[in-house]
């Protein structure tokens, strides 16, 4: 029976992976860093009053209590500001016109369209991954001079608790604009 296990997990696992989450944008391919354009999209977010790392899942349950409570569908990716610690689900389409009041835990917001630098990461959703990928993107912006920092870098989750920490994939996602220089430079040149 134990090996029959054994040799049905990494099919369960799949399979639950690719269950009908709506996703808000593609997965950034793990390694590649790469600007994204993220659409227009509604959000509900929980707040704590500490680091999101020293939070251990308090958001995540506040908000799949409300999604529950509500009938609304679990979306992917997850979004999580580190400090102070806030983390995101997002309304999909088929849930655009149900009731999503805010609450005492949970804040529904409207967030315009934004660019993002993002780095696509494979393994544990901890501390460490998240520094050591988080720096690489600002070594990256601080190489060109086409972008600038427009934020602060947050953590972007694609899996849930229940994937192991080899196979979850996460990005991480810097807020940013085109630079000053650049911006001069791709101004609209006036007739005399």
Same mark, same amino acid.
Do not use: C
């Given at each position: ?17 690719? *269950? ?44 799949? &209590? ?20 806030? *983390? &995101? ?41 998240? &520094? ?6 600002? &070594? ?53």
């Amino acid at each position: 029976m134990y090996n029959k296990f054994i040799f049905a997990l990494p099919f369960l696992l799949f399979t639950l992976n690719l *269950m009908g989450f709506e996703a808000m944008h593609e997965k950034t391919p793990v390694g590649e860093i790469k600007v994204l354009q993220l659409p227009a999209r509604t959000a509900l977010e929980a707040n704590a009053g500490q680091s999101y790392f020293s939070e251990n899942n308090g958001l995540f349950r506040t908000l799949f &209590r409300y999604i529950s409570k509500h009938d609304l569908s679990m979306t992917t990716p997850v979004e999580a500001e580190i400090e102070p610690g806030r *983390m &995101r689900f997002f309304v999909g389409g088929k849930d655009a016109n149900k009731s999503r009041p805010t609450t005492d835990s949970v804040t529904v917001k409207e967030l315009e369209p934004m660019q993002v630098l993002a780095i696509g990461i494979r393994g544990s959703y901890d501390e460490e991954n998240f &520094r050591e990928n988080r720096d690489r993107l600002f &070594r990256w912006i601080d190489e060109q001079t086409t972008y600038e920092p427009a934020g602060e870098p947050y953590a972007v989750y694609w899996d849930g608790p229940y994937i192991p920490w080899f196979l979850k994939r996460s990005e991480i996602h810097l807020p940013i604009r085109l630079s000053i220089q650049e911006s001069e430079t791709n101004q609209p040149i006036e007739n005399p």
